[in-house]
C-alpha cells in the first residue's frame, strides 16, 4: 500500500502506511517529500506511523538505502525531525534498524510504539504547542 502523506500546518508532515509495505513505497513517499532543496528544507519534522502495517517486504541493504536518503535530506536540513511509529515487534525492530543507520550529529531521530509517544518527543523536540 502507498504511503499517504499530510503536509500539517506547522511544518510537519504526517506519513500513513498499512498493510504491506514495501521498499517502493517508502521511497516514493521520500521523493515526494525531498523533490527540491526547497521542499527539504521547509520541513520541520516527519511523523511516519506504521503501526497499522502487518507485513514489511524490505531487506536490510533496503532499510540502510532509506537511511541513506534520510540522512541526504538532512544535510540540507539538520534541524529536521523524524519520529517513527510500530507497534508490531517486527516493524518496530526495523524502524530501529533504520534509525542505526540513519544516525547522524545533527539529525535526530527515534522510534516509538505509540503514535502519541511520537507526537509528545516531536513537541518536545521543536517546542511545539
Do not use: H
Not at 19 to 26: A, E, K, N, V
Amino acid at each position: 500500500m502507498p504511503v499517504d502523506i499530510t503536509y500539517l500546518s506547522d511544518g510537519g508532515v504526517y506519513l500513513y502506511g498499512s498493510g504491506c509495505l514495501t521498499y517502493s513505497d517508502i521511497v516514493d513517499a521520500n521523493n515526494v517529500l525531498y523533490a527540491t532543496p526547497d521542499k527539504i528544507k521547509g520541513l520541520a519534522y516527519q511523523l511516519c506511523d506504521y503501526s497499522d502495517v502487518t507485513e514489511v517486504n524490505l531487506t536490510s541493504k533496503e532499510i540502510e538505502k532509506l537511511a541513506l536518503q534520510d540522512s541526504k535530506a538532512a544535510m540540507l536540513n539538520p534541524a529536521m525531525l523524524i519520529a517513527v511509529v510500530g507497534n508490531q515487534d517486527l516493524v518496530y525492530g526495523l524502524l530501529r534498524m533504520w534509525e542505526a543507520y540513519a544516525t547522524s550529529p545533527s539529525f535526530e531521530t527515534n522510534a516509538f510504539r505509540t503514535v502519541e509517544d511520537a507526537k509528545t518527543w516531536i513537541s518536545e523536540k521543536a517546542n511545539l504547542e
